[in-house]
């Protein structure tokens, strides 16, 4: 590449170990060098390894120092989380697009402290020791929204805190009066329910819930769900068998029953065969206690809203068996 002032640059694409080792041959040439990769760090394959072949040598111990090397070297430029996604030119005289894609983290005011990585997730959104939520990188697709790694970021860096709460920013939005919202446009499906009228929400969600075939397939792939069909077909308020399901009342328990489990991870709605935005019912549900919720809910008697608003909060037990 040419860096328009008669300089030239080399782009390397990919940060593990080869990549790595060719920006640093590059880099102690005197050549600019942009290492390009597509996850949030580099090291690739080879930091995952204990031992390597054939000489059984410790994989980070010869890994590290070159890591540490490349992100130090005045002529080595770090494009991590970014992707190539446009080459043109000719020999000698390329032009490239890359397209860094968004971490949620201000990496020129992180100071390395951690703290957004030691915070109380708590409950089942922790599994086996370890955190479901990858916090250095805030990814959409993982990210509860509980806001805990925010806080810790400003309690320990209050002057310079680098994290961005995505959650906090776009309910802000949503209560911007209109005037202040000029200009500005909802980013996720969320926020535009949450601006709608109430009479064009419900045409909304019974357009979107009404195409439901009862298949069962969001329970079958998520990986909190452990109760079985029968808990969304109770005859006291769902009808057996009936399809579409009542709306929005069978969407409405099942995103419950989740509830606070619910680690957004979208297989959901990935799933299901008629593209309803399940993922969006579980965000809006999170935030809202049932009572609220039932209370809209037309036709249903009060001793029988009663009766479920005290049955989607309960925890069941799980009880396993062991076959000998």
Request: glycine share 8%.
């Amino acid at each position: 590449m040419n860096r328009g002032n008669g300089h030239k640059s080399v782009l390397v694409i990919g940060g593990g170990i080869a990549g790595i080792q060719a920006s640093l041959d590059l880099a102690d040439m005197g050549i600019k060098v942009y290492l390009v990769e597509k996850s949030p760090s580099i090291g690739g394959r080879m930091a995952q390894l204990d031992k390597t072949f054939p000489t059984n040598d410790c994989a980070m111990c010869i890994l590290a120092p070159k890591m540490i090397e490349a992100s130090q070297h005045p002529n080595i430029e770090l494009l991590t989380y970014s992707e190539l996604e446009e080459v043109s030119g000719e020999v000698g005289n390329f032009k490239v697009k890359v397209k860094r894609k968004a971490t949620y983290v201000d990496w020129e005011k992180c100071t390395g402290c951690g703290e957004c990585t030691q915070t109380e997730l708590g409950g089942s959104k922790e599994f086996e020791g370890e955190i479901w939520v990858d916090r250095i990188k805030i990814d959409e697709a993982s990210c509860v929204q509980c806001g805990e790694c925010t806080q810790a970021c400003v309690e320990e860096n209050k002057e310079r805190h680098a994290m961005t709460n995505v959650a906090f920013e776009r309910r802000k939005f949503v209560e911007l009066p209109p005037e202040e919202r000029e200009g500005g446009e909802p980013e996720i499906l969320a926020q535009r329910v949450a601006l709608m009228d109430e009479e064009s929400r419900a045409d909304f969600w019974h357009k979107e819930l009404s195409k439901c075939i009862k298949c069962f397939g969001c329970c079958d792939v998520c990986p909190v769900w452990i109760y079985d069909e029968t808990e969304l077909e109770n005859p006291e308020w769902i009808a057996p068998g009936e399809i579409p399901p009542a709306v929005p009342l069978f969407h409405i328990i099942r995103a419950y029953r989740i509830g606070d489990s619910c680690i957004n991870c979208g297989m959901c709605e990935e799933a299901c065969p008629v593209d309803i935005p399940l993922r969006t019912i579980h965000q809006l549900m999170r935030r809202q206690p049932p009572e609220s919720i039932f209370e809209i809910i037309p036709g249903l008697e009060p001793e029988i809203k009663g009766r479920l608003v005290e049955r989607v909060k309960e925890r069941p037990v799980v009880k396993t068996e062991i076959s000998k």
